[in-house]
């Protein structure tokens, strides 16, 4: 069974996203009385137009998510146009202490995936309060970020996204990293095709488009969706794909005891391996202003 805690906008996407997928049951989670029985039902509708066999459920209960293989925290307080991810930090790290906690106490043995921002500081509150194994608990940033890149590449080069493999490493905030060495465009790096100017407007245009969306509509709610569901059909298929997460880190890229965007491998028991890039000095300063970043976010949160 795959919980997703949360059946606001980015909940019910994610929910939508996993229908299509066909991978497993799936439980909405939420205080408010009727949302998520609600969302069950005309999900639920969706799924039968689809002639897919899922069941999904509605609860206000966290009992409910006892046996949970997967458990998607989407819950929290939504960016609002003009806000950082981090001014999210102390309301957001009360939530999801909370939502921890129950995980733990109904559902220790499942995997925890977090959508919540800020994005690699509630993964990092997650793991912390869970006590759960480091492979377990991870984030979901990178993906999202990696596809908002692939978008720009295409818009820029006017060439097929299926041609396109883009990738994003960092804090899922304003420190991300787009790397375009490791970007290709039906196998060559985006380097090669691209000039540096025209690089350097394309990753402009992947840092701030979040705001651009939260500012026009409210909140992102379908790109999220899509990358949680690619996320969890790589973990159910054991397809042990490489993907761009929040993950804890023990020495990796010289960083310790956080959780930041890295590739790694992920399969059904979680994170199989994190893969080490070598970065050149300048991605290294913007990977480090990220780490710095979270850091002071850590010493400022109360996880007692």
Same mark, same amino acid.
């Given at each position: ?91 957001? @790290? ?11 106490? /109904? $559902? !220790?043995? #499942?995997? +925890? ?95 701030? @488009? ?11 709610? /379908? $790109? !999220?969706? #899509?990358? +949680? ?76």
């Amino acid at each position: 069974m795959i919980t997703i805690v949360g059946a606001g906008r980015i909940g019910s996407s994610v929910a939508s996203s996993l229908i299509t997928r066909g991978l497993d049951d799936i439980l909405l989670v939420d205080i408010i009385e009727g949302l998520p029985q609600g969302e069950a039902l005309d999900l639920g509708h969706m799924a039968a137009s689809y002639g897919i066999d899922v069941s999904l459920r509605g609860t206000n209960d966290f009992k409910d998510i006892e046996g949970s293989d997967i458990v998607v925290v989407t819950a929290g307080l939504p960016r609002r146009p003009g806000m950082t991810r981090l001014d999210l930090l102390q309301k957001n @790290t009360r939530i999801i202490n909370d939502i921890s906690f129950k995980i733990a106490e /109904y $559902a !220790p043995k #499942s995997i +925890v995936l977090m959508v919540t921002n800020p994005l690699d500081m509630m993964t990092y509150v997650a793991l912390k309060v869970t006590g759960f194994q480091t492979q377990r608990v991870f984030g979901m940033g990178g993906m999202l970020d990696s596809a908002r890149f692939r978008y720009f590449i295409s818009e820029a080069l006017g060439a097929s996204r299926s041609s396109i493999q883009a990738l994003v490493i960092g804090e899922h905030g304003e420190s991300m990293l787009p790397l375009p060495k490791h970007s290709t465009v039906s196998g060559k790096p985006l380097t090669e095709l691209m000039s540096s100017e025209d690089i350097n407007a394309v990753i402009e245009k992947t840092r701030k @488009t979040a705001a651009d969306v939260i500012a026009l509509k409210g909140g992102t709610v /379908y $790109a !999220p969706g #899509s990358a +949680v569901g690619e996320m969890i059909e790589s973990i159910m298929k054991d397809k042990k794909e490489v993907m761009p997460l929040s993950a804890y880190l023990n020495g990796e890229y010289g960083v310790k005891d956080l959780c930041i965007g890295v590739p790694a491998v992920l399969g059904r028991e979680g994170i199989k391996s994190i893969k080490e890039l070598q970065l050149e000095e300048d991605e290294e300063t913007v990977f480090m202003k990220g780490v710095e970043t979270l850091k002071k976010a850590v010493s400022e949160t109360n996880l007692d």
